[in-house]
């Protein structure tokens, strides 16, 4: 079965969701009330696969403690150059047998690897 949506802890939903539909390019499919204090912000990121939602109602779940997740680029040379003109810290492009990588973090510390996976 695929993984269908994953958490990223966030303090703020709205400074979230600004970061990831604006610096990443994630779509918006759902942005529904979820209680008093919280929405359930869906978000896709281009090209599809599993989905992320933004929350804020785990206490097991600080903003900032989601680390490692990989979202897969057909060119990360590009891409790095993309984030890097929007302002964003990512690091130096580094190669694994298993393909080439940058990382960032969201606005809460949350980080990402954004990836050109080999062909295995």
């Not at 703020?12 to 969701?17: E, F």
Request: aromatic share 8%; charged share 15%.
């Amino acid at each position: 079965m695929p993984i269908a949506i994953v958490s990223i802890p966030v303090a703020d939903q709205d400074r979230a969701k600004a970061f990831y539909t604006d610096v990443m390019g994630f779509a918006v499919p759902r942005d529904d009330p979820m209680g008093p204090q919280s929405r359930w912000i869906q978000l896709q990121p281009p090209g599809g696969g599993a989905s992320i939602t933004l929350v804020n109602w785990f206490d097991a779940m600080p903003p900032g403690c989601q680390q490692g997740l990989m979202l897969g680029v057909a060119d990360v040379d590009a891409e790095h150059a993309r984030l890097a003109k929007l302002g964003m810290v990512v690091t130096a492009i580094s190669a694994e047998a298993w393909g080439r990588y940058t990382m960032l973090s969201d606005p809460d510390g949350n980080r990402w690897v954004v990836a050109t996976l080999s062909a295995g």
